[in-house]
Nanobody
Framework: QVQLVESGGGLVQAGGSLRLSCATS????????VGWFRQAPGKEREFVVA????????SYANSAKGRFTISSDNAKSTVYLQMNSLKPEDTAVYYC???????????????WGQGTQVTVSS
């Protein structure tokens, strides 16, 4: 079992920045992949970015490239998502999830956090 807890969401103006955190526990951090997904109102949940436990492999969705940066702190078993130049269309509930395969497919992620709301005002 892996437990994940997101934090750092909130309300920000367009062009602003937020840093989300995903604190994990339960298994050796380096053995799994952590991904960020988001779900906007009325839309399906979509992949944002993922990082391997070692930090050696990262996969970004096209919508996140250039604005979002994922990083990890093995000592804290925590993954961060730095989001810059935020747009109103980034408004969504952001979830972190853990799995054992580097993938953009949410079906490959077994464990999920409860999500944190990000709202970007125009």
């Amino acid at each position: 079992q892996v437990q994940l807890v997101e934090s750092g969401g909130g309300l920000v103006q367009a062009g602003g920045s937020l840093r989300l955190s995903c604190a994990t526990s339960g298994r050796t951090f380096s053995t799994y992949v952590v991904g960020w997904f988001r779900q906007a109102p009325g839309k399906e949940r979509e992949f944002v970015v993922a990082i391997s436990g070692s930090g050696g492999s990262i996969s970004y969705a096209n919508s996140a490239k250039g604005r979002f940066t994922i990083s990890s702190d093995n000592a804290k078993s925590t993954v961060y998502l730095q989001m810059n130049s935020l747009k109103p269309e980034d408004t969504a509930v952001y979830y972190c999830a853990a799995g054992y395969l580097m993938s953009q497919d949410q079906r490959h992620y077994t464990y999920w956090g409860q999500g944190t709301q990000v709202t970007v005002s125009s």
